[in-house]
């Protein structure tokens, strides 16, 4: 994010645009919104068509900035997300497709207004499994 912190979080509201890649807050295109203080949250959503077969999720993440520094964030994040992958005309296949996570991340700025961001969620999936997961993306933060 720009340096535009206090040791209470960001002072003023950024946003960000980039991708990003979770098995509980979807993969594909991300907007994120940064408010004065601790908090943001970013959506993403992303679909691939090859052949008959058709692929997207979308989701969601809240997150609460842990600690921040002109290098960096760490944050706690809460998402939820839904995955789809089916041929044309068939229903879904995936077993678990809707997804909850939480867990920890954090985020370093790489220069020019872009940052990296990773994390690691509990993920639950709505067949009942529970996997500690992943998570990446890349942002352009602009306000």
């Known amino acids: 994010m720009p340096d535009r912190t206090t040791g209470q979080g960001v002072r003023e509201q950024v946003f960000g645009l980039g991708f990003t890649a979770g098995f509980a807050s979807g993969i594909g295109v991300t907007f994120r919104h940064h408010f004065p203080g601790k908090v943001s949250w970013e959506v993403t959503g992303g679909v ?21 520094g002109t290098g960096g964030r760490v944050f706690a994040g809460v998402a939820g997300g839904y995955y789809y992958s089916a041929p044309k005309g068939g229903s879904n296949t995936m077993a678990g497709p809707g997804r909850l996570g939480v867990g920890i991340g954090g985020e370093l700025p790489i220069g020019g207004g872009f940052h990296m961001s990773g994390k ?10 529970i996997l500690p997961l992943p998570g990446a993306g890349i942002a352009y933060y602009f306000h």
């Open 120 to 129: 690691l969620l509990f993920t639950w999936f709505s067949d009942g499994t």
């Open 48 to 68: 691939i068509k090859v052949d008959d077969k058709v692929n997207y999720s979308f989701g969601g993440e809240l997150q609460l900035d842990l600690d921040r």
